[in-house]
């Protein structure tokens, strides 16, 4: 944290100093608390925060800008970077989206659309692993993290034997997902399962009741559900703050209305809440991931209409329209009939929409992203006033956000 | 300023947003910048308390150049069930607006509308009136032109490349050429050094 007892450049001219007991602060961009590159100025009296103004724009890539460049299935290897903790929840809602231009939700083979659910919902959970493990940092628990990153090695392990890389993996394609589970996944991810519920109870004991933590949570950040609403607040932020919406029971997609789970709620809309809100949600994630892997029957896992999904690796060798089909689809892409369309995910963070825009090329008109970090995030405004500096950490944390989705 | 030779996007699209009435994943409405703010109020008053987006799209070619997408969520403002929630309704308010032409904020209607417009003001270039904070959020205060126009280069403007360093510009050296210069040097003393050791 730099010290400075004049306004800093960024500043717009209503953070000027009122009188002269309020100091401004500039807390990051590189400040370890702040979960990537945000920079808060903080007006201050003391240690209470007079008023908080967050700086984003440090991670700013011009993704957006990017996807207009390339073909439809190009723009996904940037979007998938956006989020970069749950690169298949971008990926999916994202397909999703292109799937509804192109009119073809209908030819998504079913085996293509339970590993979807399979992937965002380890994805989820994997996320939420490292939100707990920084935030636990955040608050000074420096063991809950190894546990954590460990739980999350387990799913980015099955992550990388499904798509090939542990981080971006690129598995949802559109069509459906690229090639089917290898060999002795399902084996792994049935060990995975077996001993999820224990790794939950060793979580939770790490934290839940531990009395520090409890004072530094519990009446921190509190937002009401008006408020919650009202900063356009999704996913497990609004759900803390007792508004049950979640995109896969209100707008249900991939099937995700057949699948027995709840949606945690809490009413107090704190910072615990919020914690809370969470674990619950990697419970019920790992009961929607063992659903799915008792529904899992063999089956093709790519659309086999070969204007839009490319055809089987197998066929290339033997079939020269396999090979001509892929090799068009390679070279200039596929071409969406032109239209706009929402399409939104439940993602670890909230809801996560793509507004895309197609003028029947091949390559995304526009692709506009409804990025759930920035709208969590910039409720920061409302919550910190009034509070402790220290408070405000806990209050970032609480909220999730991963920059390379807020400044895209 | 974007420079001038850069090549202009693809931009076939004049208006792809009506053609399609068929992906009804919203209500999908059609407002003039003039009447903006007051459907919007009486959305905001009909229940649509969540603001869930605000997009800009870039249509070069149409006469009034930018399509700003407002996206809402009719959501109860009190602790609600999913059964309680249900589906709730969406709507989508698609607002063509021209070049310099200024839209009415909504950033007092709905909160986080505060960020939203400041991202279209920054990479669109699109201002809001009455806005309480205008100026830029993603690139930085000094940044000209605005990104997610389509006449804006991909690789951004134009820019002097710095000079190659002088090492740089030599060129090719045929192998089994001795070397000159500093290294030259070098060896000359690890020679030596050689031939004090033994």
């Known amino acids: 944290m730099s010290v400075s007892s004049t306004p800093l450049e960024p500043l717009g001219s209503e953070v000027l100093l009122q009188d002269g007991n309020a100091m401004v602060l500039s807390m990051g961009p590189q400040h370890p608390s702040t979960h990537g590159v945000l920079q808060i100025m903080l007006e201050i009296e003391g240690e209470t925060v007079v008023k908080a103004e967050p700086e984003i724009g440090y991670l700013h890539t011009g993704i957006e800008k990017t996807a207009e460049n390339l073909f439809w299935t190009q723009a996904q290897t940037v979007i998938e970077r956006m989020d970069y903790l749950a690169p298949e929840s971008n990926a999916l809602c994202y397909c999703l989206a292109v799937e509804k231009l ?130 356009a607040l999704t996913g497990p932020a609004l759900r803390a703050s007792g508004v049950a919406y979640d995109v896969r029971r209100a707008f249900p997609y991939c099937g995700y209305d057949k699948y027995e789970f709840d949606v945690p709620t809490r009413k107090e809309g704190d ?46 060798a033997i079939s020269m329209e396999a090979l001509i089909h892929h090799f068009k689809l390679v070279s200039e892409g596929f071409r969406v009939p032109p239209g706009d369309v929402y399409a939104s995910v439940e993602g670890p963070r909230g809801e996560l929409g793509y507004y895309v825009v197609s003028d029947g090329g091949n390559r995304p008109y526009r692709v506009r992203t409804r990025p759930p970090s920035l709208y969590n995030l910039q409720a920061l405004k409302g919550m910190a006033p009034g509070n402790l500096i220290a408070d405000l950490v806990v209050m970032i944390g609480s909220m999730d956000p991963v920059f390379g989705e807020v400044d895209r | 300023m974007p420079s001038p030779q850069a090549p202009p996007m693809a931009g076939t699209a004049i208006d792809p947003t009506s053609v399609r009435p068929d992906l009804a994943d919203a209500q999908i409405e059609r407002v003039a910048p003039a009447s903006l703010r007051a459907r919007l109020e009486a959305l905001k008053s009909e229940g649509y308390a969540m603001l869930l987006d605000i997009g800009g799209v870039d249509y070069p070619r149409r006469d009034a150049r930018f399509d700003v997408v407002y996206h809402l969520l009719k959501l109860p403002v009190s602790s609600a069930t999913v059964q309680e929630i249900g589906t709730p309704n969406r709507i989508r308010v698609l607002c063509a607006v021209p070049e310099n032409v200024a839209l009415p904020t909504v950033s007092d209607l709905w909160k986080n509308a505060d960020w939203a417009e400041r991202e279209i003001f920054d990479l669109f270039g699109i201002r809001f009136d009455g806005h309480p904070d205008m100026r830029r959020i993603q690139m930085p205060t000094h940044w000209e032109g605005h990104p997610l126009r389509k006449d804006y280069p991909v690789r951004g403007p134009a820019r002097e490349r710095a000079p190659r360093p002088d090492f740089a510009n030599k060129g090719n050296v045929p192998a089994g050429t001795p070397p000159t210069g500093k290294s030259a040097q070098v060896l000359e003393e690890q020679n030596v050094a050689q031939d004090h050791k033994r």
């Not at chain 1, 004991?205 to 609403?229: C, Y």
């Not at chain 1, 063999?298 to 290339?316: D, L, R």
């Open chain 1, 102 to 231: 192109l009119g073809v939700e209908a030819e998504i083979p079913e085996r293509a659309t339970l590993i979807r659910v399979l992937v965002a919902e380890l994805t989820r959970i994997a996320s939420h692993c490292v939100w707990l493990g920084t935030h636990g940092i955040d608050l000074g628990a420096l063991s809950i993290f190894f546990y954590c990153f460990d739980l999350r090695e387990n799913i980015l392990d099955l992550q990388e034997a499904a798509g090939g890389a542990r981080m971006h993996p690129n598995y949802v394609r559109v069509g459906g997902v690229n090639g089917d589970l290898p060999d002795g996944f399902l084996t792994r991810l049935d060990a995975l399962i077996e001993k999820f519920p224990g790794r939950m109870r060793e979580l939770r004991a790490l934290l839940q009741k531990n009395p520090i933590f409890q004072d530094r949570t519990i009446d921190v950040g509190i937002v009401s559900a008006e408020q919650a609403v009202g900063w």
């Open chain 1, 271 to 316: 910072a615990y809440a919020r914690f809370l809100v969470r674990l619950d949600e990697m419970d019920e994630a790992m009961r929607i991931v063992a659903q799915v892997r008792k529904a899992l029957r063999p089956g093709p896992t790519m659309s086999s209409n070969v204007k839009f999904a490319p055809p089987p690796k197998e066929t290339i």
